[in-house]
């Protein structure tokens, strides 16, 4: 156990545990083993905050790498999961008005460019599932007037706000758009919006259609 009760102000060292290694090009720096075969709830390691006000504008935990044209990862988590449980989990139950978010990657400086992505999500299995999205699922059971999901591309000009690409399809459909709802009010499932009256050349909907449709 290694306590302090002293208003430490050291940010260059760690004042309670400060672990270096110079020399080492493959070894780990610290390891943490975990093997009881009667696990249920047990952690590895376990970092609690607390007296915080909202003054806080650090980060509880921080990671800085120095790799730039290596092929490395900063942050790697490999899971075993098969028919529950989940390899990273982000909860926050207190977010309400503001700014504040429950993942957030921002990009600011470099050009992304052919090959790069913020956010990459692959899968090389086929997959079968068809109740949930494979690669992105996105539910809402109680919000009734929010947006769901919005893309903002303000500074977009001659690019793509949204592509799909399925060079593959044969039986199947690019996109469905389905509601079963009862409701009898007046509503849209589908609504596309020129709101600029001087863009008389812009084309709403354009459709090209490249072979011959039966007849």
């Keep these: 156990r290694i306590t302090s009760t002293g208003v430490d102000t050291g940010s260059t060292t760690g004042t309670l545990l400060d672990l270096a290694q110079t020399a080492s090009t493959t070894a780990v720096a610290a390891l943490i083993t975990v093997s009881g075969a009667s696990q249920t709830s047990a ?6 905050q607390s007296g915080t006000t909202t003054g806080f504008t650090g980060s509880l935990v921080k990671i800085l790498g120095s790799s730039t ?6 942050f790697q988590v490999t ?8 390899v990273a989990k982000l909860i926050n139950n207190a977010l309400v008005a503001g700014t504040s978010t429950i993942l957030n990657v921002s990009h600011t400086t470099s050009v992304l460019g052919a090959g790069n992505s913020l956010v990459r999500i692959t899968s090389t299995s086929i997959d079968t599932g068809t109740t949930t999205g494979t690669l992105l699922d996105l539910a809402s059971t109680a919000s009734t007037s929010g947006t769901q999901v919005l893309g903002t591309f303000s500074g977009l000009t001659t690019g793509i706000g949204l592509s799909l690409v399925m060079a593959a399809l044969t039986t199947g459909t690019g996109l469905l758009i389905t509601s079963a709802s009862a409701d009898t009010s007046a509503r849209k499932l589908l609504s596309i919006v020129n709101s600029n009256a001087a863009a008389n050349l812009a084309v709403p909907v354009s459709v090209t259609q490249a072979g011959v449709q039966n007849t």
Excluded: M, Y
Excluded at 69 to 74: E, K, Q, R, V
Excluded at 79 to 86: E, K, S
């Design 43 to 48: 952690s590895a390691l376990s970092v609690v």
């Design 69 to 74: 044209t290596g092929a490395g990862n900063l």
């Design 79 to 86: 899971g075993v999961n098969t028919t529950a449980g989940d």
